[in-house]
């Protein structure tokens, strides 16, 4: 039998990444396409050590997240790390007035110590439903640069291509995310009219349509068209569960809500109030690989399907382990912005437009834990801050 490991030590880094083609504006935090342009932005990290010399590693999650660390990540010294379940009640206590932030990615930095330390991926741990994932393609907002995503056309000539590649689905994110009612709806139906019937079309409008009225107009333009779902229509912020209750009555189109809530009871109420028909979860918000199978377990049990945000190893992992899930969200991708492998990965693991196989599908990683193996050296040279919790 193994020896009962202890955490002895707590890294969290703040490290330097950059970016590409992309601008980020600084009012509204949206990135968009804009060639030659160059954006620098924060990552976190963090790792959890132990007396045997196993450490549980994570990259993800931003400064918000890690700033409620200091209230409760000094009890995990000398805990035993398996006991992930008992960490998660506490943390989940601890941080009840502060959003339980920080949690998720402590959980999820536990589970890849765990699967390292069974020598056994995650998925492996949750127990495997499948190992190949079909993905959707998620796009970047719109922009106004030349072959990017500066039209109606723009983006149904983008959803033709990505068809095209292998992909079943096609997301919208908001052309231009202050323009018009009016010009969401072209959009719908310009994506609509060309690849319709051909693969699942989504719409997220992020919550930018300013009334309840501009959302139905949006949403009516989904049924015309027979979209698979639309997200997140109006100025509420995506957390009225009566708001989104009637936007069910009136709209035949399901609903995917629950970005914008953290947590299992949140997620739960949300369903039991009837205010949406896929389920959303995020590992980075909703308690990391706990919370979210939790979370997956829940809307199992109301027959309802999970669907998880953006990309990652821990999404893969989670995806191949539930079954009440349809698609990976290949996020965000754009016809003029091919990411290389990402810096922060010695073994090459990568998402992006062309990561996927010619059926629109990735695989899950097969090695321990998360089974990718991260770039301290990279992460270290690009450091701008380490705090060590001992």
Not at 122 to 129: A, M, Q, R, S, V
Not at 199 to 220: H, Y
Not at 291 to 304: C, D, Q, R, S, T
């Amino acid at each position: 039998m193994k020896d009962r490991p202890k955490i002895t030590k707590v890294e969290v880094h703040q490290f330097e990444v950059r970016r590409k083609d992309l601008i980020t504006n600084p009012v509204n935090n949206i990135t968009t396409y804009q060639p030659g342009a160059v954006t620098t932005g924060k990552a976190h990290a963090i790792r959890i050590f132990t007396d045997i010399g196993i450490t549980g590693d994570y990259v993800g999650g931003s400064a918000t997240e890690y700033s409620a660390l200091p209230l409760f990540v000094g009890s995990l010294i000398g805990r035993n790390p398996l006991d992930r379940e008992e960490i998660f009640n506490n943390a989940k206590l601890v941080l009840r007035q502060h959003a339980r932030m920080g949690m998720s990615q402590v959980d999820i930095a536990l589970w890849d110590l765990a699967g390292k330390f069974y020598e056994a991926p995650i998925h492996e741990l949750l127990g495997t439903y499948r190992t190949t994932m079909p993905c959707y393609a998620s796009t970047h907002f719109g922009d106004n640069q030349p072959g990017g995503l500066n039209s109606p056309e723009a983006y149904a000539d983008f959803a033709e291509q990505c068809l095209e590649m292998g992909y079943p689905g096609f997301k919208i994110h908001p052309p231009w995310v202050y323009d018009s009612t009016e010009e969401h709806v072209a959009l719908i139906h310009a994506v609509g009219k060309r690849v319709g019937g051909k693969m699942d079309l989504m719409v997220d409008p992020c919550c930018t349509l300013n009334t309840f009225g501009d959302a139905l107009k949006v949403g009516r333009a989904c049924d015309e068209e027979g979209f698979f779902w639309w997200e997140d229509p109006f100025r509420d912020g995506g957390i009225s569960a009566f708001a989104h209750r009637k936007l069910r009555q009136l709209v035949k189109t399901p609903l995917l809500q629950l970005e914008h809530l953290r947590g299992l009871e949140s997620h739960v109420d949300f369903i039991v109030a009837d205010g949406t028909d896929f389920v959303r979860g995020d590992p980075d918000y909703d308690g990391g690989v706990t919370g979210i199978m939790k979370l997956a377990h829940a809307a199992e049990g109301f027959g309802l399907d999970v669907e998880l945000h953006v990309v990652g190893p821990v999404r893969r992992h989670l995806m191949a382990a539930i079954r009440n899930m349809n698609y990976y969200e290949m996020m965000l991708v754009h016809p003029k912005v091919i990411p290389s492998a990402s810096p922060i990965y010695k073994d090459g693991y990568r998402d992006g437009l062309d990561a996927i196989d010619e059926n629109g599908c990735i695989e899950v990683p097969q090695g321990p834990g998360l089974g990718v193996e991260y770039d301290w050296d990279y992460i270290t040279k690009h450091s701008t801050g380490l705090i060590v919790y001992d």
